[in-house]
């Protein structure tokens, strides 16, 4: 069974970054669109980003749009989210998670669409 471990959360302040990474233990993540949500406290889980298998296709919520960048390097075995001029909107705990591979290059950034998940990573966002 596919097994994901999210890194690089952390406390940061308003106007910071932060680079968060999610890779997988045992199975390659090449064949798998990945995609990265986040559940803040008394909060529904939403989609921020996804990628497709490729890279060729990524989608990302209206509200992290033109902040934060979504990227693959699958030699490493390994899926980026590049958060820029985060806010305090933006904390809460960021999962990665795959959803089984297609015939089309695509992803999909909805929750039940997602057959596997990590454990999370927690980002803060406060002064």
């Known amino acids: 069974q596919l097994q994901l471990v999210e890194s690089g959360g952390g406390f940061v302040q308003p106007g910071g970054s932060l680079r968060l990474s999610c890779t997988a233990s045992v199975f390659t993540l090449e064949y798998y669109p990945i995609g990265w949500f986040r559940q803040a406290p008394g909060k529904e889980r939403e989609g921020v980003s996804c990628i497709s298998s490729s890279g060729g296709s990524t989608n990302y919520a209206h509200s992290v749009k033109g902040r934060f960048t979504i990227s693959r390097d699958n030699a490493k075995n390994t899926v980026y989210l590049q958060m820029n001029s985060l806010k305090p909107e933006d904390t809460a705990v960021y999962y990665c998670?795959?959803?089984?591979?297609?015939?089309?290059?695509?992803?999909?950034?909805?929750?039940?669409?997602?057959?596997?998940w990590g454990k999370g990573t927690l980002v803060s966002v406060s002064s």
């Open positions: 998670a795959a959803a089984m591979p297609t015939v089309q290059d695509m992803c999909v950034l909805v929750v039940d669409g997602m057959d596997y």
